[in-house]
T-cell receptor, first 116, second 114 residues
Framework: AQTVTQSQPEMSVQEAETVTLSCTYD???????LFWYKQPPSRQMILVIR??????QNATENRFSVNFQKAAKSFSLKISDSQLGDAAMYFC?????????????FGEGTQLTVNP | AAGVIQSPRHLIKEKRETATLKCYPI?????VYWYQQGPGQDPQFLIS???????DKGSIPDRFSAQQFSDYHSELNMSSLELGDSALYFC?????????????FGPGTRLTVT
């Protein structure tokens, strides 16, 4: 079974600064997808960024980028120019590419605080 | 853009009662997933349906059952409710695999069992 680990229960960053959230995972599969989801106080789950394991290029979405290290099974999220609206719980998630309807397996989450 | 719709948004039940949660996926999405998120926890996968057939099963109690209907909406039926069933229940949907593989989450149903 796949597992996802987020070793930072809480992180804080100053507004306009950069912060990196860590995520590691364990799998025996070679083809899979990785995601970062954001959960603000409203509890809505919002997709931030995705990465296909077969792609070597790191995904980027505006101020959000990832550092995907497949051999090390590491998938960190970098948030640049942090904004107050970035404050939320961030979940790293894994999904197998082999079957339709396959589940997301989440890490424990990292609570991000943005200080003005 | 259309989003995943869940109803009801809030539900209060007593122990041993039954609850039914409904999920309406984004149009053209053929796969539906159910997740349970307890207080301070990450979402835990319960069950999923692809083209109206169960496609994956997680840690769903035997007291719970679910199905996907011909119009692709799904219902999660929960019986003999326990205090520990109090949680936020998410439904998510995804489009045909040929297109994308993200799961789009609904706003959740907050179930409180007293």
């Amino acid at each position: 079974a796949q597992t996802v680990t987020q070793s930072q229960p809480e992180m804080s960053v100053q507004e306009a600064e950069t912060v990196t959230l860590s995520c590691t995972y364990d799998t025996s599969e070679s083809d899979y997808y990785l995601f970062w989801y954001k959960q603000p106080p409203s509890r809505q789950m919002i997709l931030v960024i995705r990465q296909e394991a077969y792609k070597q290029q790191n995904a980027t979405e505006n101020r959000f980028s990832v550092n995907f290290q497949k051999a090390a099974k590491s998938f960190s999220l970098k948030i640049s120019d942090s904004q107050l609206g970035d404050a939320a719980m961030y979940f790293c998630a894994y999904r197998s590419a082999h079957t339709s309807g396959s589940r997301l397996t989440f890490g424990e989450g990292t609570q991000l605080t943005v200080n003005p | 853009a259309a989003g995943v719709i869940q109803s009801p948004r809030h539900l209060i039940k007593e122990k041993r009662e039954t609850a039914t949660l409904k999920c309406y996926p984004i149009p053209r999405h053929d796969t539906v997933y159910w997740y349970q998120q307890g207080p301070g926890q990450d979402p835990q996968f319960l069950i999923s349906f692809y083209e109206k057939m169960q496609s994956d099963k997680g840690s769903i109690p035997d007291r719970f059952s679910a199905q996907q209907f011909s119009d692709y909406h799904s219902e999660l039926n929960m019986s003999s409710l326990e205090l520990g069933d109090s949680a936020l229940y998410f439904c998510a949907s995804s489009p045909p695999l040929a297109e994308k593989y993200e799961q789009y989450f609904g706003p959740g149903t907050r179930l409180t069992v007293t």
